[in-house]
């Protein structure tokens, strides 16, 4: 039996097995993808305190060999449901069951889709969650990019350095992004605003070719786009556990400072929580105090 | 078998002409992805002797990026007789990149 069993190796896992491991608690971390979540699609961090110039890269290994190093356990299986009794829980994944005290759940968030036909085949066709990763793909080619918040702003920002324009599609007219990263936007030539807009219908032969986009008027309009760079905001992923902890109306786990869910001996941490600031260190925040209430729920 | 680094030069005689199926990794060295994926990929080269793994900097070999329509790293593309069978595209577990030869 493990003391305390971590869900997703991002910042806040990890930095919660740190914790738990310096307190002297047996950790097993299960991640069903890659250690550090989604900071390892950030090429730069510039917000962590005392590390003004990090890749998000290396800001994974180095938390993960923290952790490691520290003798927690990681192991790369995808969690598919919790079991809780008043004595132990047990974590089901693909592979097997793993018994525990207590579990921290720190899965993070997905990447929102538009919920368009032949959207995930396209994906890799000009389909992109990722401006970062996939931007130099679109070099002198046109591209749109959707969304309102600071993640499309700063995509639409760094595209319009590579590609011949970016048509910037939005559902209002106002952006909830930064206004001075509008500001910046208005000032290039070859960025395109087209507001009170979503898009509608993707074009597509081999790859992607041309977007319909509708405006609240009624009125829709062909683009041709080579890229198109999806920033629609991000859904928690918590659906396997439902049954075992309450969740809010958008699927976050209800929990306040504490890391406390509704359960007993179940945590929560990062991303998938309730709150009103998802960043780098708040996520590993969560992680220091998650680990905290479940050594001290355990002894 | 070590990942063998492949250019437009050697593409034809390290892929499409190879005799065992080929996994081939294209990738870049500023994705981070493409960085959480390169080890499980040289762990499949070595756990796999009966394949061939080899990998693409999109940076350097732009034309082949460009000839296999690969506009998303990191992308993994398994060849057999120098056909594409297999495709994914972003980070995936270990299991599923073994998963696409299929063998």
Known sequence: MYDIVIIGAGPAGLTAA???RRAEKSVLVLEALSYGGQIIYTPVIENYPAAADISGFDFANNIYNQAVNLGAEIKFEKVIRIENSDSQKTVFT????????????????????LGLENED???????????????????????????????????????????????????RDTFRGEEATVTKLKQRDNV??????????????????????????GSTQTIEVNGLFTAIGRIPE??????????????????????????????????????TVRQLVTAAADGAIAATEAIKYIS | MAVIKVTTDNFEKEVLNSDVTVLADFNADWCGPC??????????????????????????????????????????????????????????????????LGE
């Open chain 1, 238 to 275: 918590n659906q396997d556990f439902a049954d075992v902890v309450n969740l809010d109306k958008d699927g976050y786990i209800i929990a306040d400072e504490t890391c406390k869910t509704n359960a007993e001996g179940i945590f929560t941490a990062g991303d998938n929580r309730t709150k």
């Open chain 1, 121 to 171: 085949s396209l994906a890799g066709r000009g389909i992109s969650y990722c401006a970062t990763c996939d931007g130099a793909f679109f070099k002198n080619k046109p591209v749109a990019v959707v969304g309102g918040g600071n993640t499309a702003l700063e995509d639409a920002l760094y595209l319009a350095d590579i590609a011949q324009t970016v048509y910037l599609i939005h559902r």
């Open chain 2, 35 to 100: 960085r959480m994926l390169k080890p499980i990929v040289e762990e499949i080269a070595s756990e796999n002797p009966n394949i061939k793994v080899v990998s693409i900097n999109i940076d350097d070999e732009d034309e082949l990026a460009d000839e296999y329509n690969v506009a998303s790293i990191p992308c993994v593309v398994v060849f057999k007789n120098g056909v594409e069978v297999q495709r994914s595209i972003g980070f995936r577990p270990k299991n599923a990149i073994v998963d696409l």
């Open chain 1, 192 to 217: 395109e605003f087209i507001l009170n807009s979503t898009v509608t219908k993707l074009i597509a032969e081999k790859n992607l070719t041309g977007i319909e986009v509708s405006n609240k008027d």
């Open chain 1, 18 to 20: 740190i914790y738990a």
């Open chain 1, 94 to 113: 693909q592979n097997g069951s793993y018994i525990c005290k207590a579990v921290i759940i720190a899965t993070g968030s997905l990447n929102r889709k």
